[in-house]
């Protein structure tokens, strides 16, 4: 009874907010297919995989706040009709008015091992969002480590965790101005080379959070306390200015000198932040062709797909067949959300299904939008594919059955041969 299957509503969203093609692209892109689908449509049908999905995303959350590492980082957004906003500050609870808009992206790691990926588009910042999620947070769990940059609005104020500072971005300082101080940025990026280099040894290696902290502890500890008090001589003995871009590079090293040395205290903390920051890459695709959403519902959809879609790549699952489960069993996903994890759901669908769990997802929806179902692909040496036809597809259409057909239309000649006709080229 559905004029849309499940699967053309998921592989709209997955097109727009995983290949960032907005709507009207993809109708043009599916006229030019022959297939006539509006715009409007295609918004119809996100709006069927939210209402499915919003479900999971709030357990997501809710699981979120358990996690025992979380990364956070975020880029620029903007929502037209959501210019500014009256927000309490978190830590003097005075009225101020806010207008910076982001898409915030926090990225939760479970004592499970699972990667919950959490996205907020709005006016907020990495901060806020930490708050939301670790508010509530049992007292009796272990104190959680927070990766991130070092700005000060990007730190939690709702319980007691653990902050990481991210490296990464002190060897981009350094690198933007190694050609005007190639002896003085030279120093870091040398050093930071090596203690990057013991840190893919223990990723290689295989070493646990104890092993690789000792190993941190006695080959990179070294070179980062050689970094920071370099620059510590330099700025003393005024060889660099500290209002400079070399000294605001070793500024920023000696003011974070305890967040970017936590890699060296604590066992699990990551070395630098660049898992959340390659993760935003999917809103900036999508800002680069829609540079705007139109208001904040727009944005929550945008939010819903990327936290349950994201979290269901990060697992490995098969994002389209993950989408239709959700619509096909909408019903179920409300009452038991738990169930509906992307790393739990197909133990969920099979036993909806009375089906054995197998190594490759079962085949979506498609033989119900009418077509018929390929048999074996074809390739340079084998024979065209056969289809089986669908017993469910309707009848074909009569309407021009044992009607005569007009007779074809006289083929008018084109300018090239009525030239060559009279000789009027050679």
Known sequence: KRLYSYSAASVCCIYKYFGGLPWFRQETLQTALGVNVPDSTMSDLTERVVNAAIHVVRYLRTSARDAVRLLGDDTGAQILELKSTMRAERRTGKLVERTGCHVSCVIAITSEGHRIVIYRVGIQHTGELLDEILEGRDPQLPVPLVMGDCHACNTVTVCRVIYGGCNAHGVRRFKAVKDRYPDEAGYALERYERIFDHEDHCKRVGLDDDQRLAYHREHSKPLFDEICEHGETLLEEKK??????????????????????????????????????????????????????????????????????????????????????????????????????????????????????????????????????????????????????????????????????????????????????SNALS
Request: net charge negative; hydrophobic share 35%; proline share 12%.
């Open 240 to 421: 660099i200015e500290p209002n400079s871009d070399i000294g605001e590079a070793y500024g920023y090293m000696i003011n974070n000198r305890v967040r970017l040395s936590a890699f060296l205290r604590h066992p699990g903390m990551e070395l630098h932040n660049n898992e959340p920051e390659r993760t935003l890459r999917l809103p900036v695709r999508l800002r680069d062709n829609a540079p705007f959403f139109k208001n904040a519902i727009g944005a929550a959809w945008a939010e819903t797909i990327w936290t349950v879609g994201d979290t269901a790549l990060a697992c490995g699952c098969n994002l389209s067949h993950y989408f239709n489960a959700l619509q096909a069993h909408e019903g179920d996903v409300r009452a038991n959300p738990h169930l509906w994890v992307p790393w739990a759901y197909r133990e969920r669908l099979s036993a909806l299904q009375g089906l054995e769990i197998g190594p490759a997802p079962p085949p979506d929806d498609d033989e119900e939008a009418g077509h018929e179902t390929p048999v074996n692909s074809t390739c340079a040496n084998s024979p065209p594919a056969t289809s089986v036809p669908n017993l469910r597809r309707p009848a074909a259409r009569a309407t021009g059955a044992g009607q005569s057909r007009p007779p074809p239309r006289p083929v008018r000649p084109t300018n090239i041969e009525i030239a060559l006709s």
